[in-house]
T-cell receptor, first 112, second 112 residues
Framework: GAGVSQTPSNKVTEKGKYVELRCDPISGHTALYWYRQSLGQGPEFLIYFQGTGAADDSGLPNDRFFAVRPEGSVSTLKIQRTERGDSAVYLC??????????FGEGSRLTVL | TQLLEQSPQFLSIQEGENLTVYCNSSSVFSSLQWYRQEPGEGPVLLVTVVTGGEVKKLKRLTFQFGDARKDSSLHITAAQPGDTGLYLCAGVPGDTGNQFYFGTGTSLTVIP
């Protein structure tokens, strides 16, 4: 497809489990962003990639969160030892050289 | 970290009424964007403002960037049920060109 694709769309897991969320950006977009959003709130910045490298990971809440983008395209957000407070919608966005962010539909994570 | 505060957080109005949403910060932004998000979807760009004092109009929506580039407003004239959604401002801090910080969000409901 032409848009940003995120999988899975929904993920239910148990406290303490490991989770991976995938983002497939728009082809040719060099920048990729991860945000976390709670219901009715604005997206909270987590990490931003320019190419393969993390240009800014200051939004990652703790060392249980990690993200990679090994080939400068697809990115994976990894969450270890999940906690109930990690439950949220995780949004991915990509951006060409400048201009707007193009968002995926998000991955809804529920930690029981 | 959310540098931008939006008000009001929730707004419920009758069709045909006017409304204004505010986006405020103590930080200076090189540009500011407004997005609209519907349930189950990612935010979609409405407008970008880059010059202090700039006013942009998009049909019944009027956007203004503050003179000091620290705040912005969105005014909707004669609201319609199709305007219902979560409105988000997003700013790029003055010292970076690529980091987007989102506001706290304004949830608008327009009642027919």
């Amino acid at each position: 497809g032409a848009g940003v694709s995120q999988t899975p769309s929904n993920k239910v897991t148990e406290k303490g489990k490991y989770v991976e969320l995938r983002c497939d950006p728009i082809s040719g977009h060099t920048a990729l962003y991860w945000y976390r959003q709670s219901l009715g709130q604005g997206p909270e910045f987590l990490i931003y990639f320019q190419g393969t490298g993390a240009a800014d990971d200051s939004g990652l809440p703790n060392d249980r969160f990690f993200a990679v983008r090994p080939e400068g395209s697809v990115s994976t957000l990894k969450i270890q030892r999940t906690e109930r407070g990690d439950s949220a919608v995780y949004l991915c966005a990509s951006r060409p050289g400048g201009g707007e962010l193009f968002f995926g539909e998000g991955s809804r994570l529920t930690v029981l | 970290t959310q540098l931008l505060e939006q008000s009001p957080q929730f707004l419920s109005i009758q069709e045909g009424e006017n409304l204004t949403v505010y986006c405020n910060s103590s930080s200076v932004f090189s540009s500011l964007q407004w997005y609209r998000q519907e349930p189950g979807e990612g935010p979609v760009l409405l407008v970008t403002v880059v010059t202090g004092g700039e006013v942009k109009k998009l049909k019944r929506l009027t956007f203004q960037f503050g003179d000091a580039r620290k705040d912005s407003s969105l005014h909707i004239t004669a609201a319609q049920p199709g305007d219902t959604g979560l409105y988000l401002c997003a700013g790029v801090p003055g010292d970076t060109g690529n980091q987007f910080y989102f506001g706290t969000g304004t949830s608008l409901t327009v009642i027919p």
